[in-house]
């Protein structure tokens, strides 16, 4: 199982982005699909995550501001990044926790995409 995530860049502060993240290969069904962010320095974060029955967290820092979402059929998620802040500058990883044939589950990660907010 993969995931391919896309979408980073560089946005001026008050700007938008949309990150995208699919998975591909053989699996029974995914559960909690969730995008993570590392900043330079500092410790991966958790920055969102949705259930496969569309229930949604956030970390208090985004909430207001970023939202995801998830494509069942297609096995993709989003996420809609509105009002971003150079604070919000950091690796976003997408991650899924897939669930085998057997039954068993495993967490999968993402390459990671580069958001750049500037000042």
């Known amino acids: 199982v993969q995931l391919q995530a896309s979408g980073g860049g560089l946005v001026q502060s008050g700007g938008s982005l949309r990150l995208s993240c699919a998975a591909s290969?053989?699996?029974?069904?995914?559960?909690?699909m969730g995008w993570f962010r590392q900043a330079p320095g500092k410790q991966r974060q958790l920055v969102a995550t949705?259930?496969?029955?569309?229930?949604?967290n956030y970390v208090d820092s985004v909430k207001g501001r970023f939202t995801i979402s998830r494509d069942g059929a297609k096995n993709t998620v989003f996420l809609q990044m509105n009002s971003l802040k150079p604070e919000d500058t950091a690796v976003y990883y997408c991650?899924?926790?897939?669930?085998?044939?057997?039954?068993?589950?495993?967490?999968?990660w993402g390459q990671g995409t580069l958001v750049t907010v500037s000042s």
């Open positions: 290969g053989t699996f029974f069904s995914i559960s909690t």
């Open positions: 949705i259930t496969n029955g569309g229930g949604t």
């Open positions: 991650n899924a926790a897939v669930i085998k044939s057997g039954g068993t589950w495993t967490s999968v």
